[in-house]
């Protein structure tokens, strides 16, 4: 039982620069995937918000100029070819 065990590590090759690229490639995925996902569960943003009563300012003073009359909708169908009937 006095067999000499090999404890050393195995040989690894060293990495590829392809395989380099790949291993920084998924982090960086990663990374942008935890940013997304923070991005939707906190949305607020304070630029974002100005923005938005801006826009709803305009809208209000744009609905207000304009008359409250039916608004007509324009569809124009292309006319139906009948068949002369002999």
Same mark, same amino acid.
């Not at 920084?24 to 990663?30: E, I, R, V």
């Not at 569809?75 to 070819?81: D, L, S």
């Given at each position: 039982?006095?067999?000499e065990?090999?404890?050393s590590?195995?040989e690894?090759?060293?990495p590829?620069?392809l395989e380099s690229v790949?291993r920084? %490639?998924?982090?960086? %995925?990663?990374i942008?995937q935890? *940013?997304?996902i923070?991005a *939707?569960i906190?949305p607020?943003?304070? %630029?974002?918000?100005q923005e938005e009563?801006?826009?709803?300012? %305009?809208k209000t003073?744009?609905?207000?100029k304009?008359?409250?009359g039916p608004?007509?909708? *324009? ?9 002369k009937?002999?």
């Open positions: 039982m006095s067999a065990l090999d404890l590590p195995p690894v090759p060293e590829t620069f790949l920084y %490639g998924l982090f960086l %995925g990663a942008f935890l *940013i997304c923070l *939707i906190f607020t943003s304070k %630029g974002h918000e009563t801006e826009s709803n300012d %305009g003073t744009e609905q207000m304009k008359p409250k608004t007509a909708q *324009i569809r124009q169908k292309p006319k139906k070819e009948s068949k009937k002999r």
